[in-house]
């Protein structure tokens, strides 16, 4: 298994520069990159950029050169860019200097590849702030989401999943099928919607907060005050999430145990004289879960980003998802690329880990002796 793991990891390297490598190419072909938007600042068309031109890095810089180079003639080497007529090419120069673009594009992108290894993430071409300390502020949202989502959607589950498949047919079985297939079929970001009006202030009761993960007094809390005020923000973003996120792995976990509890081995064990629960989870339970295991990884990684990115935005929880969704609006390159970069590792590691936990459960199974 240990030489498995290394190969595996090994993989993981080529695997990431690949990702990296398709988008930096496609983000090569997108109109309205991160100089485009200086320079319609500079025209006054872009107010989102006018926020921003003050900031980081580049940002300060370009703006104390912009009277200069808005008096400047048009050159030859303003017109790559729209709004760049009537700029000195002098200043249009210096512009991309700034944001690194005076290089070739393979050079750029090595330097980020090497640079992303060793997390190195620079910084934020419109925050005046490095794209580490952004990604480690919005951590603590996506973790708390993503974690607690996915303990509480197998918490559910795999125990409900179990009793639907137990009590096959029943009554109890078509009423709980109906009750999951209506809540999947509620978009998140409406249930979010209703239980704002209900719960938070909306038209009803104000119970639960609005926004944020914790409130503003939290440093002045004991440690259980802490602990419930953590929980109490908590309840509407994961209500919500929740009620969408119970059908695929109930079902599957349904499927997965009946599939299990009609094979030859299970008709032995009952014939044996053992008890239904001791067949229940002595022996179907190993079999059944691994199927069910097999989703974890995109259970996980979905609950951790695209699943949460509305909920964050609606509830004002700055995560990893609504970071990166606002950087790629941005033009933010060194965000995007280093939200991706970390979501990618997380997804093959998550890999990973299920190959290892299949071998835990089933012991049968020998990734060694299968060619990867």
Known sequence: MFAYILKRLGLMIPTLIGIMLVNFIIVQFLPGGPVERVLAQLQGHDVSATARIGGAGAGGEVGQAAGAGAAGAAGEGGFKYRGAQGLDPEFIRQLEKQFGFDKPAHERFLKMIWDYFRFDFGNSYFRDRPVIDLIKDAMPVSISLGLWLTFISYGVSIPLGIAKAVRHGSRFDVWTSAIIIVGYAIPSFL??????????????????????????????????????????????????????????????????????????????????????????????????????????????????????????????????????????????????????????????????????????????????????
């Not at 929980?231 to 997965?256: D, G, Q």
């Not at 014939?271 to 995109?298: C, D, Q, S, W």
């Open 191 to 372: 249930f979010a919607i209703l239980l704002i009006v209900l719960f938070a202030g909306g038209s009803f009761w104000s119970i639960f907060p609005l926004r944020g993960l914790v409130s503003d007094n939290f440093d002045q809390l004991t440690w259980w005050q802490k602990i419930l005020d953590y929980a109490w923000h908590l309840v509407l973003p994961l209500t919500a999430l929740a009620i969408s996120s119970f059908a695929t792995m109930t079902l599957l976990t349904k499927n997965s145990f009946l599939d299990e509890i009609r094979k030859q081995y299970v008709i032995t064990a009952r014939a044996k004289g053992l008890t239904e629960r001791r067949v229940l989870y002595g022996h179907v339970f190993r079999n059944a879960m691994l199927i069910v295991i097999a989703g974890f990884p995109g259970a996980f990684i979905s609950a951790f980003f695209t699943g949460s990115l509305l909920i964050e935005q609606i509830f004002s929880l700055d995560g990893l998802g609504l970071l990166g969704f606002k950087a790629a609006i941005d033009r933010d390159y060194p965000v995007v690329f280093a939200t991706l970069y970390i979501f990618s590792l997380m997804g093959l590691l998550t890999n990973l880990v299920t190959d290892v936990v299949y071998t835990l459960i089933d012991p049968r199974i020998d990734f060694e002796k299968r060619e990867l």
